[in-house]
């Protein structure tokens, strides 16, 4: 298994560009979730989802569209990129609800974005 | 939603001694509490993780404990390493009402120093 796989590694924008960053994992997941991390800060929630069409936003969504057509993926759409979203993006994935059967998070290796 | 507190943000400890974070959360109704390693340019990776049934649990050296009614939950680390240098991060599963499902909140973050 490749586990949760994110691309790109690095990318960097101008302000104004859109892009998707992509997530796929090949453990038949059903929770997955994007979160960003800024330079020594913890991690907050973007959007997450709990199974193919269903997403739901979290803590700072707002700039940032998902969709969950297939259980495997799960991108992160920029829509006018600015250099607030700046930061260090990270997909994960869970196989089951958490909270329900208390499956551990994991992590991709992470998207670093410069929006400039 | 949930609120994650930990503490303290940083934690400078001599090689062999022990280590504490702490953290507090506020949803009554999370259950579960994932601790994370975050090594740096790296992906977080679960070390322990507590149920709300349960006070305590060890797995060598890293051990945690949980608090319903005071609602907090602490990372022990004994004997600690120079390995053990990372940003540590607790999480909490706070449920939501409606049925799409529910989100892990992070604290911000541990930086944990281990001087040889």
């Known amino acids: 298994n490749a586990g949760v796989t994110q691309t790109p590694k690095f990318q960097v924008l101008k302000t104004g560009q859109s892009m998707t960053l992509q997530c796929a994992q090949d453990?038949?997941?059903?929770?997955m979730s994007w979160y960003r991390q800024d330079p020594g800060m913890g991690l907050r929630l973007i959007h997450y989802?709990?199974?193919?069409?269903?997403?739901d936003q979290g803590e700072v969504p707002n700039g940032y569209n998902v969709s969950r057509s297939t259980t495997e993926d799960f991108p992160l759409r920029l829509l006018s990129a600015a250099p607030s979203q700046t930061s260090v993006y990270f997909c994960?994935?869970?196989?089951?609800?958490?909270?329900?059967?208390?499956?551990?998070?994991?992590f991709g290796n992470g998207t670093r974005l410069t929006v400039t | 939603g949930e609120n994650v507190e930990q503490h303290p943000s940083t934690l400078s400890v001599q090689e062999g001694d022990s280590a504490v974070i702490k953290c507090t959360y506020s949803d009554s109704a999370s259950n579960y509490f994932p601790w994370y390693k975050q090594e740096l340019g790296k992906r977080p990776q679960l070390i322990i993780d507590i149920r709300s049934n349960v006070g305590e649990k060890k797995d060598q050296r890293i051990a945690v404990t949980l608090n319903k009614t005071a609602k907090h939950f602490s990372l022990h680390i004994t004997e600690t390493q120079p390995e053990d240098s990372a940003v540590y991060f607790c999480?909490?599963?706070?449920?939501?009402?409606?049925?799409?499902?529910?989100?892990?909140?992070f604290g911000g973050g541990t930086r944990v120093l281990v001087k040889p």
């Open positions: 994960a994935s869970s196989p089951l609800i958490p909270g329900s059967h208390n499956s551990p998070l994991h």
């Open positions: 989802s709990v199974g193919a069409g269903i997403t």
């Open positions: 453990m038949n997941h059903e929770y």
């Open positions: 999480a909490a599963w706070g449920f939501m009402i409606k049925a799409a499902g529910n989100k892990l909140t």
